[in-house]
Structures are given as C-alpha cells and as structure tokens.
C-alpha cells in the first residue's frame, strides 16, 4: 500500500467509513496507516504492556480493532508524540502512566490525554535521543490488534561492548584461573596472567572489517599470546510479547528458561578451558522480545565459539514428556515432530513482534542462507554430548538428536543447537522445571556438556575467518 497525496481532514460525525479510509494522511508530520480494513470508530484498548530493555523498549497497545495513529518525533528534548484516533480515554490507557519503571533504560515517563472527541494523544518523554518504529501487528495466538512502538537508543547497544561492560562489572575475577576452581577443566592456568579482553578486542577489530554491519570503532589491540576469551552465546527462547509455551499451572516458557539460563552462565563464567577464561553472552537478559536473526546476529557479533538456545517444550498430549536435542538441517527435518516443532519455534517473530518492515530483514534473511555442512556436523556432536548428559539428571524424548530447519541455528560459523529441556505442557514435567533444585541440576548438565565437547574438538583448533 503506497500512501497517496490526500490530505487528512476531520470527517463528520457518520461520514461513510470507505472514503474515510481512503483518507491517507500526508500532512506534514510522519503519518502512519495502519491497514485498510476495519479502521476503529469504538476501538477500545483491551491490555497496554511495556517491557524495558537497555537494547530497546517496547510499549504494545492491544485493542479490539485496528487502531489509526500519527505519530510526531521531537527530539528536543526527544519524545514520542502519538494520536491515536477512534478512541477514547479508558482506564486501561491510563494504566499505561503506571507502567514505566524508573529504571526503564529508555522511557522517561508516558503521558495520555484526550486530545479531542475520538482522539487520545499519548506522549512518550524519553531519557535520550531515540530512533522510534511504530507498526502494527494482526492478531495472532491469544492477542488481538497489536500497535507497537519501539524505542531504539540512537546509539545501538553494542553486544560486544555490552559482553566487554558486564566483564569488566564483575572485575576483579581471580585472572588467569577458574574463579571459584568448581568447574575448571585441563591445566590450570599459566602465572602471568591473560589479557582475553585485549585477545578479544583485537579479534573482532580484524573481523569487523568484514562485518556486514560496521559497529562503532573501537581501539585495535594486537593479540600478543594464542590465549583468549572462550565464549559460549546462550539463548534463553522467547521472551517479551512471546510467553512461548505455557505449562497447565501457568508456567512461563520464557521465564524458566531464563533461569535455567543464568545458571549455566554462572557455570561458564567460572570456569577455563585449557587456561582460557570462559564467558557466557546471553542474546536475551531480560524479558523482552528478540527476533530470532538478532539472536543469530548477537551471537556471530561476539564471535561466540558455541551457540545454544533453551526452550522449554509443548504438545497438545499432556503424556509427552522428557527433554531433546535439536541441530539444524539442510536438506529436510530428520522426523515430521521435528519439522512441526521447528515451524513452532519459528511462530516466535510472529508472536513477539517483528516489524517486518524494518529494513535490515533483507539482509537478515541472506544472512540465514549461509550455514554450513561444517557447521551442522559441529552441532551435532555438541548435540549429542549435551543429550547424553541431560539424560543423566532427566527423562529423554528422544535418544538421539533431531535436525530441522530452525531459524535460530543459523549462524553458519557457530556450532549451534537447541535444547528442549522438558515437556512444560506436562504436569509432571512442569513442576520440575519450576524448582531450583531442577534448573540447577539441567545447568549443571548443559556445562558437564559443553565441557565435553571442548574436551574432543578445542576450542582454539577452529579455523576462523580473520
Ligand atoms: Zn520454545
């Protein structure tokens, strides 16, 4: 739909909805339309919801009806000005002013109004300069009309700058050596001490240059030793918008597996392989949605040695039960249940809310063409690994591990797989999943896991495209 040169005029009290709709705004400020069908005269507001990230934050208003708004961006100081028309003042909106968190990394505070009969004026002050996107989604699963505005810092958090802040937050780590010497495994470490983040800066400097998304520069430091950061990207699924599945006893998908999640970064962050240091980057810490090629992305960004993603299964038969592994493939899924499951986790973009108009999905998407046999056969092996020790503390769907064509595994330099931890749709299974005692116990397995990979493809024998 092409926006035409109308201009927006205020229609009389039941002018005839066609030539209303055919009214596209143009008049000066960023209009926005949002769809052709059904534009609201008594939309109401049925849920607003905000969820703060440092790499964004999102405000959702769900309604009945698709809702028309036009939006204005000032940047000084920077707001977000929105009207949103064919509606009223509810007390649902008006919730929204009690939603922001003062810590919210984007959000000043939110205030409504009724601008005018029919028309709510909704201003989102900010704590700096932004680069906002409204869109709306179509209903899907459980929610109606979703209109979005997401807060994007003008400065994009840099994952890798993100992995660098939270290292140097935690310092001073014991260097050189397994920090609590809990999880260590081979030698232990050399006595001058290695500089990973140095290691780790100068790799990404080389790399970057090669990088589809230039990042802001940042100093090259030369690698001066073989030693450096070993980092594991963890993707606790969902998120956000996107509860995943949810258990009979109302059990979150995405919070458990942020748990389980934190766990097993607090295992790799103490622990060295060979004398390097360990480092977990999380693709999502915190509630928040993460489209499914960001993850991707986020992970090749830190230049991450290995990549796994943790859910939390569902089926429709409460009998299904156990936890499975999955890598990708390339030609077909190793089983139809595998298929469905990847089409299901790849529902995700759809239910957390993806703006498919913003306009790097094109080269997310060729990004996602590239994976490689290398990659898959890695997966694999780290797939088994991690299944037989799952199987360990757990139940197992099934014995060994499944392909399909899972959006999420796609970095084609990574080895990548995804881990089902349990059936959260079964009762037993769900009550398992939400105790401590279990979380810990599947962390301890998914480490045990990744060290026994490490301990048969080191990491440092991997070629890398410097
Ligand atoms: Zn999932």
């Known amino acids: 739909m092409t926006p035409g040169p109308h201009r927006h005029a205020p229609l009389p009290a039941g002018a005839a909805r066609a030539p209303r709709r055919r009214a596209l705004l143009q008049a000066g400020a960023l209009v926005l339309l949002l769809g052709r069908q059904h534009i609201a005269r008594g939309a109401s507001i049925v849920a607003v919801r905000v969820w703060p990230a440092p790499e964004y934050t999102r405000i959702t208003l769900e309604s009945d009806e698709l809702l028309r708004v036009r939006q204005h961006f000032v940047s000084d100081p920077p707001r977000l000005a929105v009207d949103i028309e064919g509606i009223d003042l509810n007390p649902e909106l008006r919730e929204l002013v009690a939603k922001v968190r003062p810590d919210d990394p984007n959000i000043e505070r939110i205030r409504v109004g009724q601008n005018a009969p029919g028309v709510v004026r909704l201003v989102v002050d900010l704590k700096q300069p932004a680069r906002p996107q409204v869109f709306s989604l179509a209903p899907v699963a459980a929610y109606g ?138 693709t999502r810490d915190g509630d928040y949605f993460v489209p499914l090629a960001t993850r991707v992305q986020k992970a090749r960004r830190v230049q991450a040695d290995l990549f796994v993603s943790i859910h939390a299964d569902a089926f429709t038969n409460p009998e299904a039960r156990g936890a499975s592994v999955f890598a990708l493939s390339q030609s077909g899924a190793s089983s139809s249940a595998a298929r469905w499951l990847a089409n299901k986790e790849n529902q995700a973009d759809l239910v957390g809310g993806l703006n498919v108009r913003a306009k790097d999905q094109h080269v997310q998407r060729a990004l996602l063409d590239m994976s490689t046999t290398a990659q898959i056969n890695d997966s694999l092996k780290l797939g088994s690994v991690l299944l037989g020790e799952i199987g360990n503390v757990g139940r197992l769907h099934k014995p060994r591990v499944e392909q399909a064509g899972f959006a999420v595994l796609k970095a084609p330099d990574i080895p990548s797989v995804l881990v089902e931890t349990a059936f959260i749709s079964n009762p037993q299974e769900e009550a398992r999943l939400r105790t401590s005692a279990y979380q810990e116990q599947l962390a301890d397995a998914l480490m045990r896991g990744i060290m026994r990979y490490f301990a048969k493809n080191p990491p440092l024998a991997r070629s890398r495209t410097v």
């Open 145 to 282: 009309h979703r209109l979005v505005f997401d807060l994007y810092p003008q400065t994009p958090v840099d994952p890798l700058e993100a992995l660098i802040a939270e290292r140097l937050r935690d310092a001073p780590a014991p260097r050189g050596a397994a920090a609590d010497g809990g999880h260590a495994l081979g030698l232990p470490a050399t006595a001058e001490p290695p500089d990973p983040l140095g290691e780790l800066i100068a790799r990404t400097e080389s790399q970057r240059k090669s990088a589809a998304a230039a990042p802001p520069p940042m100093t090259p430091r030369p690698a001066a030793h073989t030693d450096r950061l070993i980092i594991i990207a963890l993707d606790p699924g969902h998120g956000g918008e996107d509860p995943g599945a949810i258990g009979p006893g109302g059990t979150r998908e995405k919070d458990v597996v942020l748990k389980v999640a934190h766990l097993l970064r607090e295992r790799i962050n103490a622990t060295t392989v060979d004398g390097n240091p360990m480092r977990a980057y999380l």
